[in-house]
Structure formats: C-alpha cells, structure tokens
C-alpha cells in the first residue's frame, strides 16, 4: 500500500490527493498534524530531515516534494497519458511543475498563508506577482482545454489546488474567464476529489 503523510488543507499534499483521484491509484492517508508539531517529531524527522508534507512512502522509497511525488506516482502507478514518455512532451510538462513551486507558490499560495493561517508574509508582494502569472496562464489557456498535451497530465494536478484556492488569499478569479473554465472542467473529471473551500 502506498502511504501519504497529509494534511487536508495543504494545496501541496492535495495535488497528490488529487492526482490519486483522477488517476484511481489507492492511497492510505496519515493526517500529520502541523499545529501540533507532529512534522518536528523524531519520527518524523527521520523519514522526512526536511519536516514537511506531502511524504510519500511506496515499498521502501520515500519521498518528499508534491512535484517528485506527483511524477513518480503517475510514471509508476497511473494509466498512461498522466505521464508522457518522451522527452519534449516530459519537458512542456515539467514547465508547469516549475510554475507551480515559482510563481504560483509565491504568488497566490503565499497570499493564502498569510489570510487563511497567519503567516507573515508580504501578502502584497504575493498579490503583485498573481497579477503576473495569473494572466499568463489565463492567456495560455483562452485556446487549449489543459495546460499541456490536450489532456489532463500531472501538470493540471500541481496547479488546480492553488489557483481554485486563489480566492482564500482574496485573489479574486474574475478577471480570469480561461482559468475559471479550467477549474470547472478539472472538477467535472471523472473522480474527482475536492477539498474544503474548493
Ligand atoms: N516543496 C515542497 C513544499 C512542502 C511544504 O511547504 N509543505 C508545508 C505544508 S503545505 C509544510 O509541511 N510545512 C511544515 C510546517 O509548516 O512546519 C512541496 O512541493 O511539497
């Protein structure tokens, strides 16, 4: 059995939730509870030196990263198309993966941390570089359904969590009529899995 170490409200372990989902891969989730320090915990530690979820554990491989999991899980355990095999198309992919933990991490993930739980960050320094990336995505999706390979691939998965978690960070999607389509056709996919507020 595949084991994630989860939190529900962590857009980075829902990516993996996410993808699990869509893609029918059988999951067991052990809810970390970050409040109460469990991450800083020896056991934990020892799995995870770097104290964070998502934490994957698959027959002896363990591994930290949302964007590592999501591409191990999919290349090991999906149908195909979730993860292509050549390169280019792995390339276009690994773009997005790069968004996700850039711009969108320090864009509308950061505002959601500092709304929703407090964090001290420069909420409108996240806000100024929304307004950067969130067009740029907006842009690219006004022609295509899915951000790469006209399906959806682990790269729909590592960018829904934060962009449809945008409004808890008060970044608004109404000035972004491709990206809101692209929300409601991720959630009208088969399996689907939502999560609070989404
Ligand atoms: N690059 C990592 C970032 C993981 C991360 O920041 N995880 C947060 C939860 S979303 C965490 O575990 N924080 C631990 C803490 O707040 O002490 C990934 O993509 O998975």
Redesign the pocket.
């Known amino acids: 059995m595949i084991h994630l170490y989860d939190?529900e409200l962590?857009?980075?372990?829902y990516k993996v939730r996410l993808l699990a989902a869509l893609a029918g891969i059988p999951l067991a989730l052990c809810p970390v509870d970050?409040a109460a320090g469990e991450?800083l915990s020896e056991p934990f530690r020892a799995m995870n030196p770097w104290?964070?979820?998502?934490l994957l554990v698959d027959d002896g491989l363990v591994l930290?990263?949302?964007?590592a999991i999501l591409v191990y899980l999919a290349a090991r355990h999906a149908p195909a198309g979730w993860w292509p095999a050549d390169a280019a198309s792995q390339a276009r992919i690994v773009q997005w993966l790069s968004t996700s933990?850039g711009e969108i991490q320090h864009g509308p993930a950061s505002a959601r941390l500092v709304e929703k739980f407090g964090y001290q960050l420069d909420h409108a320094e996240a806000v100024r570089r929304s307004a950067v990336v969130l067009p740029l995505i907006d842009d690219h999706l006004a022609s295509r359904d899915w951000l790469e390979l006209d399906r959806p691939t682990v790269a729909d998965c590592a960018l829904f969590p934060y962009i449809a978690w945008a409004p808890e960070g008060r970044i608004g999607l109404e000035p972004y009529p491709a990206i809101r389509a692209w929300i409601d056709r991720i959630k009208a996919l088969p399996g689907f899995l939502t999560a609070p507020g989404i």
């Open positions: 939190v962590s857009g980075n372990c970050l991450q104290r964070q979820v998502p930290r990263d949302s964007h933990a």
